[in-house]
């Protein structure tokens, strides 16, 4: 089956620690993307690729970092820079065709807890 | 910019009663329109879309319609269940552009 996988669902740190989120896809798609969601809150764009070794930031990236150095990974990294980073972390990946309006497909997200 | 309005929740419904979640849009051109829902604890699941004006999107009961005369995409079911308890976000996508969300709106369906 195609999907998106992230792993773990469930991440704990202790303050000061960096920490890498996993997501790959075997969808054969272009773009991906990585969203922060907070308890009650909407989708906030934390960084996105729409090719291989491009990546670009979106509205809340500091902190933050990410590679794409596969077309089916875009790991995320939350540094010790950020500041307040427990959250639900989603990935999503989208394929760009003609028009560049498709639907984005996401994973199952990761719930980081930072101790 | 492009921006995307939907109802303030949380909204309660009984079993069995029509739902309608309204959602508006503003974007240039001609955006593509979709329906997420989040079920507790999950990810975002493709509900239904619609790529161009007066298209209908439907899915599981579920349905929107592309309005363009009135920017909106509002979702309806005519008859909710227990299981359709879960946060629901209206979305678009201009060419090329990132998708934009709105803020979404908690939906729970008491028996």
């Known amino acids: 089956d195609g999907g998106i996988t992230q792993s773990p669902k469930y991440l704990f740190r202790k303050e000061g620690q960096n920490v890498t989120l996993s997501c790959e896809q075997n969808?054969?798609?272009?773009?991906m993307y990585w969203y922060r969601q907070d308890p009650g809150q909407g989708l906030r764009l934390i960084y996105y690729?729409?090719?291989?070794?491009?990546?670009q930031k979106g509205d809340i990236a500091e902190g933050y970092s990410v590679s794409r150095e596969k077309k089916e990974s875009f790991p995320l990294t939350v540094t010790s820079a950020q500041k307040n980073p427990t959250a639900f972390y989603l990935c999503a990946s989208s394929i760009e065709g003609t028009g560049g309006r498709n639907e984005q497909f996401f994973g199952p997200g990761t719930r980081l807890t930072v101790l | 910019g492009n921006s995307v309005t939907q109802m303030e929740g949380p909204v309660t419904l009984s079993e069995e009663a029509f739902l309608t979640i309204n959602c508006t849009y503003t974007a240039t051109g001609y955006p593509s329109l979709f329906w997420y829902v989040q079920y507790p604890g999950e990810g975002l699941q493709l509900l239904l879309k619609?790529?161009?004006?007066?298209d209908k999107g439907s899915n599981k009961g579920f349905e929107a319609t592309y309005r363009k005369e009135t920017t909106s995409f509002h979702l309806e079911k005519g008859s909710v269940q227990v299981s359709d308890s879960a946060v629901y976000f209206c979305?678009?996508?201009?060419?090329?552009?990132?998708?934009?969300f709105g803020p979404g709106t908690s939906l729970s369906v008491i028996p």
């Open positions: 979305a678009l996508r201009a060419s090329y552009d990132k998708v934009i």
């Open positions: 619609a790529t161009k004006a007066d």
């Open positions: 690729s729409q090719i291989v070794n491009d990546f």
């Open positions: 969808l054969n798609h272009d773009a």
